[in-house]
């Protein structure tokens, strides 16, 4: 089975490939808001894939169920909190008033602020 082993390895190159765009696209963003769309979506993407890889290249260790099965829990779990950690720095950045980028056409979120769709935290 050395063709497993060979996709395993393309994967982890392909999630490396994923991760280091993620570096870039966090030194080229504007602004903060979309520095974390962009490292949240790339490593996420990254850390899956590469996650995937390493079980495909170690795919003699299979009969060690509890290999497998950790690996899966640490995809859930990357899965389940990236998103939700980005979608927290972002609204924390943005009640903290942290400036958007001039190039910025529209801010949904202020207009849902100006028509009482969501409320502003408020200072304690």
Do not use: C
Not at 13 to 25: C, D, E, P, Q, T
Not at 92 to 97: L, N, R, S, T, V
Not at 102 to 113: A, G, Y
């Amino acid at each position: 089975m050395e063709w497993i082993k060979w996709l395993g390895a393309v994967m982890l190159l392909m999630g490396a490939f994923s991760l280091l765009v993620s570096a870039i696209g966090l030194l080229r963003m504007p602004d903060v808001y979309n520095r974390v769309q962009t490292g949240t979506k790339a490593s996420t993407l990254g850390a899956i894939v590469s996650f995937i890889g390493v079980g495909l290249y170690q795919y003699e260790n299979w009969g060690d169920g509890n290999w497998v099965g950790r690996v899966l829990v640490l995809i859930i779990f990357i899965l389940l909190t990236n998103p939700v950690s980005s979608h927290v720095l972002m609204r924390a950045a943005y009640f903290m008033k942290v400036p958007l980028t001039k190039l910025t056409k529209t801010d949904k979120l202020k207009e849902d602020i100006n028509n009482n769709i969501v409320k502003e935290p408020e200072n304690e």
